[in-house]
């Protein structure tokens, strides 16, 4: 069993920054980045779409570098715009490539606790989030562990209809944290003395 990462002091410090006056914190951990394994799926789409953009560029530049002599108004009209138009995609290739690790990034600056009141989720990136959710709002548990008992945890917290009339379900997450079963013990107890 890999041993859980532990809070960085300055994690710890600001999750219990967010803690009401008398509220107490029952448990806290962080997500393991080497755990989020679904963000690299994106790369299935994103490198090849990469490539062809790539290649798009490569065949786009081809009037300006050929060593044959390329008539001028191609070069000046196909040979500008094409190029022009292949970057924007070029850009979005790079940033569903850099996705994944941006996501292992974030996890890594992100403290989860369950506190006697609530879960808090609070991330400290460049600004500071946090979200929470009462227990009184709680609804289904979704879990799913490893062997290695790490895990991620979904909580339903509510739904609504959007502009086409579809029911969407709003789920607070839990991702990739050590010991998940017994957050989910701990959360079904406090759930049941509320």
Same mark, same amino acid.
């Given at each position: 069993?890999?041993?859980?990462? /532990?809070?960085?002091? *300055?994690? &710890?410090? !600001?999750?219990?920054?967010?803690?009401?006056?008398?509220?107490?914190?029952?448990?806290? @951990?962080?997500?393991?980045?080497?755990?989020?394994? $679904?963000?690299?799926?994106?790369?299935?789409? $994103?490198?090849?779409?990469?490539?062809?953009?790539?290649?798009?560029?490569?065949? @786009?530049?081809?009037?300006?570098?050929?060593?044959?002599?390329?008539?001028?108004? !191609?070069?000046?009209?196909?040979?500008?715009?094409?190029?022009?138009?292949?970057?924007?995609?070029?850009? !979005?290739?790079? /940033?569903?490539?850099?996705?994944?690790?941006? $996501?292992?990034?974030?996890?890594?600056?992100?403290?989860?606790?369950?506190?006697?009141?609530?879960?808090?989720?609070?991330? @400290?990136?460049?600004?500071? *989030?946090?979200?929470?959710v009462l227990f009184g709002?709680?609804?289904?548990? &979704?879990?799913?562990?490893? $062997?290695?008992?790490?895990?991620?945890?979904?909580?339903?917290?509510g739904s609504h209809r959007d502009s086409d009339g579809?029911?969407?379900?709003?789920?607070? &997450?839990?991702?990739?944290?050590?010991?998940?079963?017994?957050?989910?013990?701990?959360?079904?107890?406090?759930?049941?003395?509320?």
């Open positions: 069993m890999m041993t859980p990462p /532990t809070p960085s002091p *300055e994690l &710890d410090s !600001i999750l219990r920054r967010e803690l009401l006056p008398g509220e107490r914190l029952l448990w806290s @951990a962080r997500p393991a980045p080497h755990k989020l394994r $679904a963000p690299f799926a994106i790369w299935f789409f $994103a490198v090849p779409w990469t490539a062809f953009a790539l290649f798009w560029e490569a065949m @786009a530049l081809l009037p300006w570098l050929a060593s044959t002599h390329t008539p001028l108004g !191609i070069q000046w009209s196909f040979g500008i715009i094409f190029p022009l138009f292949g970057l924007p995609f070029i850009g !979005i290739g790079l /940033t569903m490539l850099w996705m994944p690790f941006k $996501a292992r990034r974030r996890a890594a600056q992100t403290i989860f606790g369950l506190t006697d009141r609530r879960i808090v989720r609070v991330t @400290a990136g460049t600004k500071r *989030e946090s979200a929470s709002q709680m609804g289904p548990i &979704d879990v799913t562990a490893d $062997a290695d008992g790490y895990g991620s945890l979904r909580i339903q917290t579809d029911l969407v379900t709003e789920r607070f &997450d839990v991702m990739g944290v050590p010991d998940v079963a017994r957050l989910e013990g701990l959360l079904l107890e406090r759930k049941a003395e509320g």
